[in-house]
């Protein structure tokens, strides 16, 4: 079986390196040797073990007949689609990292690729290592999966973990994680839960078979904690977590967010720590399911792509399949009811228990309290009668169940 890489990075030289080390292994299983043929990347690399192996232009992939699988992991969702589009039109299973086209384009480089008789696989877009959309797709695809809730994203996660364990800010937590390399110079997709919005609208479609747009999903990044909110979900015994949450409830409402929220110790995600990822999944018959692991890194992320490069090999992988949805498919945010941490200036504690009915008090330092279950909507009109008095938020958190 001879492969091509598309892409020589962090996880392309990863995943280069355990088809090499693991060659032996995998060979056994699939029955065949299984070559790196040609790596497709428009940079030098001459003192690369793989130097002889580089090659700048993918049509020579595309044309090569030897060639019948072909990683992708340049990242993005132009030159990526492109590629991969190409490559399953002719007849070349892909496997990916890549949740960015995967969220964008999925449903069609999916239906391409089961017209093709190929396979389009994408265990390593979803949380590195972790093998989780595999088993949502197979073992658990016989049951109604009415939760899936998870820490999908280990920058946010080791900002929150570092401002838990030292009472940091997040400007120093999210320096801290840029000086490790776990953050990007540019960390916007990160705190602003971009990536986290990928990868649940991925987790979502395998759930419920359609494929909803990052830009239809409620989303909110970590840039507005502070201090003192990790302090207050400390003395309550809370931590607070980035999730990327789809729900799907008995009554037939669909939501899908992503938002900080507050999580109870006994809660499986909530002793999640620094880089790592966690995905819980609720099923109607499995009940809760945990998934736990590095969420990111060469060495994991490789192990999911050659995963994918085993199963294929092998002769068993199965095509998960969802198709694009409309955004009026989703039951409307407004709808969302949730528990909420408040923080309130500009009004007495009298006051803030008027418009937001009961409350409990967590602060004598700041008029910060927990409300009762309340709607999205319910929640906004009571920030407009709280402005109309002259108050203002200062901090708003939802509570996680």
Known sequence: MKLAILGFGTVGGGTADMLVKNAELLAARAGEPIEIKYIVDIREFPDSPFADKIIKDFSVVESDKEISLVIEVIGGAKIAYDFTRRALLAGKSVVTSNKELVATHGAELLAIAKEKGCFYLFEAAVG????????????????????????????????????????????????????????????????????????????????????????????????????????????????????????????GDLFLLVAPFMIPAESPLSGISDVYNGVLVRGNFVDDVMFYGRGAGAAPTASAVVADVDKIARGVAQRPLFANAESDAL???????????????????????????????????????????????????????????????????????
């Open 128 to 251: 590195g290592g972790i093998p989780v959309l595999s088993p949502l797709t197979n073992e658990l695809g016989h049951n109604e999966i009415s939760e899936i809730s998870g820490i999908l994203n280990g920058t946010t996660n080791y900002i929150l973990t570092r401002m838990f364990s030292s009472g940091a800010s997040f400007e120093a937590a999210l320096a801290e994680a840029q000086a490790k390399g776990y953050a990007e110079s540019d960390p916007t997709a990160d705190v602003e839960g971009h990536d986290a919005a990928r990868k649940i609208a991925i987790l979502g479609a395998l759930a419920s078979g359609k494929l909803f747009s990052a830009d239809h999903i409620l989303t909110e990044g970590i840039r507005g904690i502070r201090a003192e909110d990790v302090a207050a979900a400390a003395k309550i015994g809370y931590s607070i977590k980035l999730l990327g949450r789809y729900l799907a409830t008995r009554s």
């Open 331 to 401: 039951t409307d945010i407004s709808f969302f009811s949730a528990r909420r941490y408040v923080v309130v200036e500009g009004v007495d504690a009298n006051a803030a228990q008027i418009i937001f009915g009961e409350t409990e008090p967590l602060s004598s330092e700041e008029n910060a309290f927990l409300t009762v279950e309340m709607s999205e909507d319910s929640y906004l009109t009571r920030v407009k009668r709280l402005e109309a008095c002259g108050g203002s938020v200062v901090s708003h958190i939802r509570l996680y169940r």
